[in-house]
């Protein structure tokens, strides 16, 4: 059900919206609220700050606030949310970041000529595209992807991070061979220290994509992750529904179904075959 002590956000009927139109995270008033909700989970006062603008800069881009995002966002945080409910939940608000992340890449202007004979005026997707998913937790945006993007081709890192130092380690990595070409949609669905990401750009550079090229793509972020990673990559592009200093953590264990594990893949890892849930390093 909605959240119905939601305040209706003021749209002016006649406003029309750009294109590309995304919330950038700033120091404004007008923003605060929106990157760090007074309800933070924890009782740190010092998590309350706001973010600064000249830290993080124009690479960190926050979709377009509205009822239906903070809904989404409430269940997915809720503990008392069913596992359905919140896969259910937590798709709708994939698509939503992957379709913006769409609206990221370049278009070309078109003309088409409609069944009835008619010329009309639109855009198209330049050629040159494609997914990247970090494992596990990565994986869950995939379909999301495909769902926009039907052909469009997948590549997959897993890394592991340390649990007691953080540090993170590649030990698998298989991208589209020209990947070097590409425009690059790094999926990683919540961001806390920023390593894993950091690791994993660190592997597509060597494979010769340039960081101006990658647009991440998270639904959850805390200021310390997305900060790490822009002062790592000032070009590096990250788009997220939120920043907060309490990363939603509390659902990044393992399935009870997590036994079920896929054949041996020809570097001697096996994987769960169940739904990725989601985890944050």
């Keep these: 059900m909605p959240c119905h002590n939601q305040q209706m956000n003021n749209v002016n009927p006649g406003q029309e919206h750009p294109m590309k139109q995304v919330r950038f995270a700033t120091n404004s008033s007008s923003n605060v609220a929106a990157v760090l909700p007074t309800s933070v989970e924890a009782g740190d006062a010092s998590s309350r700050q706001p973010l600064n603008q000249d830290s993080l800069g124009p690479q960190l881009k926050l979709l377009p606030l509205n009822d239906q995002i903070r809904e989404l966002q409430t269940i997915i945080r809720d503990k008392t949310t ?17 379709e913006e992340g769409l609206n990221q890449l370049p278009y070309s202007e078109c003309t088409v000529t409609t069944p009835t004979g008619y010329k009309y005026d639109g855009v198209k997707f330049e050629r040159g595209n494609c997914g990247v ?21 997948i590549g997959k890192i897993l890394i592991q991070s340390d649990e007691e130092t953080q540090k993170a380690k590649v030990y698998y990595a298989k991208f589209p061979p020209d990947i070097y070409r590409r425009k690059v949609l790094l999926m990683y669905p919540i961001l806390s220290t920023g ?20 647009i991440l793509l998270s639904l959850f972020s805390t200021p310390h992750g997305a900060k790490s990673i822009i002062q790592e990559f000032p070009d590096i592009t990250i788009l997220a529904t939120e920043v907060h200093a309490v990363a939603p953590t509390h659902f990044g264990q393992r399935s009870p179904d997590d036994h079920l594990r896929s054949p041996p893949t020809q570097d001697g890892h096996q994987y769960s075959r169940c739904r990725p849930t989601f985890r944050a390093f």
């Design 195 to 214: 390593n894993t990401v950091i690791e994993a750009v660190k592997v597509l550079i060597e494979h010769g994509v340039q960081p101006r090229h990658i």
């Design 82 to 98: 069913s596992r359905g409910d919140f896969v259910f939940s937590a798709d709708r608000l994939i698509r939503l970041v992957v």
């Design 133 to 153: 998913s970090i494992m596990r937790s990565g994986e869950a945006m995939e379909q999301g992807l495909r769902d926009c993007c039907r052909s469009i081709r």
